[in-house]
């Protein structure tokens, strides 16, 4: 029996999310279930829930590691069906690599081993005013994923999305929940927020054609 280290490279990087290495592809499946949690202060938890199911008796995965493109991440954990695990993350010029090593060793053909990567971030809600974007990666190769699952939730005080691409989403009370054939390789896009406050000073010149002065006015719009 042969053990692995399975490095699976997820760049979140320009919208896009990097298919598993070949080796691991053939020789496992993988299915994720992703949760953006959006919260009130525009934080957004990010959750990733993984299987790895064998493809065959001859090896099982020890470890994995995970690529994020986001330069902004905190309260990194991971746990398996043993409990706890302490991740390993190093910052790079590509974001931060989150590696872990599994308490349970699955060996067998169709066995399958879950997991659970989460953290939070600010790199995915920007907040403007009276206007929130969201931005979720897409998927470079669906291929390369048995399933891929994303459920966005956002603050119910949001209201209707004014925008959202694409527009297949299921949505149910504050949640929109995609498959990967939706997401597709350009991602994810929702806007919510009809109207947007602006405070600015307008300075112009008013001609006079009298023997007056001219008069420079200074409006202030609220």
Do not use: C
């Not at 953290?119 to 291929?143: R, V, Y």
């Not at 406050?197 to 054609?209: A, G, R, T």
């Amino acid at each position: 029996m042969k053990k692995i280290l399975i490095i699976l490279f997820v760049f979140i990087f320009s919208l896009y999310l990097i298919p598993p290495h070949v080796f691991a592809e053939n020789n496992f499946t993988t299915d994720y279930s992703v949760t953006y949690n959006v919260l009130e202060n525009a934080l957004t938890h990010v959750t990733f829930n993984i299987t790895l199911a064998n493809k065959t008796s001859q090896y099982y995965a020890s470890s994995y590691g995970i690529q994020v493109g986001f330069k902004n991440i905190e309260n990194v954990l991971a746990s398996d069906n043993g409990g706890k695990i302490t991740p390993q993350i190093s910052k790079n010029d590509d974001g931060n690599n989150i590696e872990i090593v599994f308490n349970d060793r699955v060996v067998g053909l169709d066995k399958k081993l879950s997991f659970s990567i989460s953290f939070d971030t600010k790199d995915i809600a920007q907040k403007s005013g009276k206007i929130w974007d969201i931005n979720i990666p897409g998927l470079s190769e669906q291929k390369a994923y048995n399933a891929f699952n994303v459920n966005v939730i956002v603050p119910k005080f949001l209201g209707n999305p004014v925008y959202i691409k694409p527009d297949t989403g299921k949505p149910h009370d504050n949640n929109l929940i995609f498959t990967k054939e939706e997401l597709g390789e350009s991602g994810i896009s929702i806007s919510f927020g009809k109207e947007q406050i602006y405070n600015f000073n307008l300075l112009y010149h008013l001609k006079n054609s009298n023997l007056f002065p001219n008069m420079a006015v200074l409006l202030h719009i609220l």
